[in-house]
């Protein structure tokens, strides 16, 4: 049965505090939900405890990633300041193309 813990001030990632996590049987951490500068975020990993997939508040709006075996973004969706859809993937670089719609 999945663990689930709750805590304060526990900063896991850089510049991120984790406020409640799920573990599996095994212990490895499984879903995180945490608080950045920006807004919430909700992170979820494989089986071996990687990050996944990240979906959170942005200063614009929402965005959802996608996560290499790193945890480093590679793709994302978002939202620019003025409230165009925003489409970005990159290599595990950071070097790759954004796709933004237009006025």
Same mark, same amino acid.
């Given at each position: 049965m999945p663990v689930m813990t709750a805590a304060r001030n526990n900063e896991y990632r850089s510049g991120h505090t984790c406020s409640a996590s799920i /573990? /599996? +049987?095994? *212990?490895?951490?499984?879903a995180s939900l945490a608080v +950045?500068? +920006? *807004? *919430?975020?909700l992170y979820i990993y494989n089986s071996a405890g990687e990050p996944q997939v990240g979906l959170g508040g942005e200063k614009a709006s929402g965005a959802i990633y996608v996560l290499n075996k790193n945890g480093e973004r590679v793709a994302g969706f978002s939202t620019d300041d003025d409230g165009n859809g925003v489409i970005d993937v990159s290599n595990r670089n950071g070097k790759g193309q954004t796709l933004q719609r237009g006025n």
């Open positions: /573990n /599996n +049987t095994a *212990g490895k951490l499984q +950045t500068e +920006t *807004g *919430g975020v």
